[in-house]
């Protein structure tokens, strides 16, 4: 009797043949199914790049190369399945039609491993040309020839330690760690200090001629000779070589300088004037802009003299920004829009004065002399003149409209710092000014000049008896309402 079905034969006998399915992803289990075909693919390593040449083989090296433990005399002769007990046995294929079946599939697998190696060569090469950077420890040999280090190399086990580059959603060695664009290098810190161009050559002290000699007059016997000429002659002097033209700009022959009645300045004006750095300059009635004004203030800080009549509100509001020690005389007659507003600007101390700083000084502390005709001044803004202008020696109020005898007697009280130091006052065209102002006048001992023309209330009669009487002698009068006094 037969022994009981094997395991083969019962699946033999149970179910027909069936053609089988592709499984997909090949490549892993088909090596995972036939263990010894790395062998054939791949060198001596496992898992080395080493790959060879594709060959074609016959179906008993196939199966030995398959199966090395197996004896050759199985290789053709295996045992023909038996009956089982349930019922006749199914007959199995062929051993010729199995062979070949085999060596179909050996075929297919040999041809599927290079294909995929190939396409996975070239996805890498793309990938590095489409910007990614080889690693730091391949040889310059490799990084010219364009090759990557084997797989077990001794570069790649080196960089198994540190970061590794890898492609996303592959697993692959590919793409250089961080994936952003490195920042780009900080420039090198310079010092801080502020750039000046070198100074200026020494003018020279003598006149060089064309013969080669000097001129036996010096440098400073020709500014002598320069001093008794006018600005055009200047101009014309500066024009005869480049040793006057130097000469002639000594700030010497510039003490007062004119620009009054012009309706634009133009850069080489506002450049000349800085070079020549005058005394006393003159822009009334001038179209000088806030920005020029602020520009021009900023670089004449030996400025003494400053007129500004007739200017707009708008380009004399710089006087609020810029520095003035050496000021002396500030004339703003006939300015447009001034209000007390304005003037407290003007007046008041700068806002950017040190917490620390026990007196406040305004910008106008060292002027002497202030001419106000034709603005709206009321007796706030006296107040504040009192106070940040205490060393006028020479205020202009004439025609101002606001100016009565409470004004009068601001400037003529006890506490007023001006009773002390006015020498010349003048209120003509104050239509507000009455005969009972004029005795207060004697209040200040200084005072030679007092201009009281034009005003509609006075009668000459009381003019005539202050100028007899006087504060401490009397006054003469060349005209009406005019008191002068000889010093």
């Not at 074609?56 to 090395?68: R, T, Y």
């Not at 700083?357 to 106000?372: D, I, K, M, P, W």
């Not at 509609?456 to 006094?485: D, I, T, V, Y």
Request: hydrophobic share 30%; charged share 25%; net charge positive.
């Amino acid at each position: 009797m037969p022994g009981p079905p094997k395991r083969k034969e019962r699946e033999a006998g149970n179910e027909p043949p069936t053609p089988r399915k592709k499984v997909k992803g090949g490549r892993e289990r088909h090596l995972k199914k036939v263990g010894g075909d790395a062998c054939l693919l791949r060198g001596s390593d496992p898992g080395g790049p080493g790959l060879l040449p594709p060959r074609v083989l016959n179906p008993s090296q196939a199966f030995s190369s398959c199966h090395p433990g197996l004896p050759p005399e199985s290789w053709e002769k295996p045992k023909p399945p038996l009956a089982s007990a349930e019922g006749p046995a199914v007959p199995s294929p062929s051993p010729q039609r199995e062979k070949l079946e085999r060596f179909k599939r050996m075929c297919q697998l040999l041809e599927r491993v290079p294909d995929t190696s190939s396409s996975s060569s070239d996805s890498d090469s793309d990938s590095d040309s489409s910007g990614t950077s080889l690693s730091e420890d391949e040889a310059p040999g490799e990084a010219r020839n364009g090759r990557r280090p084997a797989r077990g190399s001794s570069g790649e086990k080196e960089n198994r330690g540190g970061r590794r580059a890898v492609r996303p959603g592959s697993g692959g060695p590919l793409l250089s760690w961080p994936l952003g664009p490195a920042p780009p290098p900080r420039p090198p810190q310079l010092e801080r200090h502020v750039v000046r161009p070198p100074p200026r050559s020494p003018e020279p002290d003598t006149l060089p001629l064309a013969a080669g000699s000097d001129h036996p007059l010096p440098r400073a016997a020709w500014l002598r000779v320069f001093q008794h000429l006018g600005p055009r002659e200047l101009c014309v002097c500066m024009r005869v070589c480049r040793t006057w033209s130097r000469w002639c700009y000594d700030k010497r022959l510039w003490p007062r300088m004119d620009l009054s009645r012009r309706k634009s300045l133009t850069p080489p004006m506002l450049s000349g004037v800085v070079r020549r750095q005058p005394r006393a300059l003159d822009l009334s009635w001038t179209g000088v802009s806030k920005k020029q004004l602020m520009w021009l203030l900023n670089r004449l800080q030996g400025l003494q003299e400053l007129v500004l009549s007739g200017c707009s509100w708008l380009s004399v509001s710089a006087l609020g920004s810029a520095p003035l020690p050496a000021l002396r005389l500030l004339d703003l007659r006939w300015i447009e829009d001034v209000k007390d507003s304005q003037l407290r600007e003007l007046l008041l101390p700068p806002p950017d004065t040190k917490p620390g700083q026990t007196e406040s000084r305004g910008r106008l502390q060292g002027v002497a002399e202030l001419r106000l005709a034709g603005l709206e001044l009321t007796d706030a803004s006296l107040r504040l003149l009192l106070r940040h202008a205490p060393q006028l020696s020479a205020l202009d109020l004439s025609h101002c409209a606001h100016v009565g005898d409470p004004s009068v007697h601001l400037l003529t009280a006890p506490t007023s710092p001006l009773r002390e130091t006015l020498v010349h006052l003048n209120l003509a065209g104050c239509h507000r000014l009455t005969d009972h102002c004029l005795p207060l006048f004697r209040r200040c001992p200084r005072l030679r000049r007092l201009d009281l023309r034009s005003c509609r209330q006075l009668s000459p009669e009381a003019c005539a008896r202050l100028a007899a009487a006087g504060p401490p002698g009397p006054f003469r009068c060349p005209e009406e309402k005019l008191l002068l006094k000889d010093s």
